[in-house]
């Protein structure tokens, strides 16, 4: 009877991880870039080089796939030190979402913005340059 239990258990444990695991394999970012400001959901001024003197910087990006809700992380890199990491939601299978960086100045050089999900891979990466 022990035994019995013990393995219902073990296949409970693999049943139940089993769709986390095909959800994460289905999710992924349709859109991603880098602009000066978003309205209504759209991002304008996209590219991929800005003036130093920018101001602030968009990240946008579209997530489909996912079921349920969860969350992507937007992970803003200059060069490779990590400058900030914004947790964002994800509400549905086609969902919208961006973060913001204000952008000094003297931080010119190459950029990175990384998506990632909740079990911490990297999704998607979109690099620009301020120069």
């Known amino acids: 009877m022990r035994h019995r239990k013990t393995v219902l258990?073990?296949?409970?444990?693999?049943?139940?991880?089993?769709p986390a695991l095909v959800w994460a394999a289905q999710m992924q970012?349709?859109?991603?870039?880098?602009?000066?400001?978003?309205?209504?959901?759209?991002l304008y001024g996209s590219?991929?080089?800005f003036a130093p003197t920018v101001g602030e910087l968009y990240a946008f990006s579209r997530v489909v796939g996912a079921e349920g809700s969860t969350h992507v992380y937007h992970r803003w890199y200059y060069g490779d030190q990590l400058m900030a990491e914004i947790s964002l939601p994800v509400r549905s299978g086609n969902w919208r979402t961006w973060s913001s960086k204000k952008i000094m100045p003297q931080w010119v050089g190459r950029w990175r913005v990384?998506?990632?999900?909740e079990d911490g891979s990297v999704i998607?990466?979109?690099?620009?340059?301020?120069?």
């Open 47 to 49: 590219n991929d080089s």
């Open 9 to 18: 258990s073990a296949i409970f444990a693999m049943a139940v991880s089993v």
């Open 114 to 117: 990384d998506v990632v999900g």
């Open 29 to 42: 970012v349709q859109e991603l870039a880098v602009g000066t400001y978003v309205s209504n959901r759209h």
């Open 124 to 131: 998607d990466s979109v690099t620009f340059v301020l120069s």
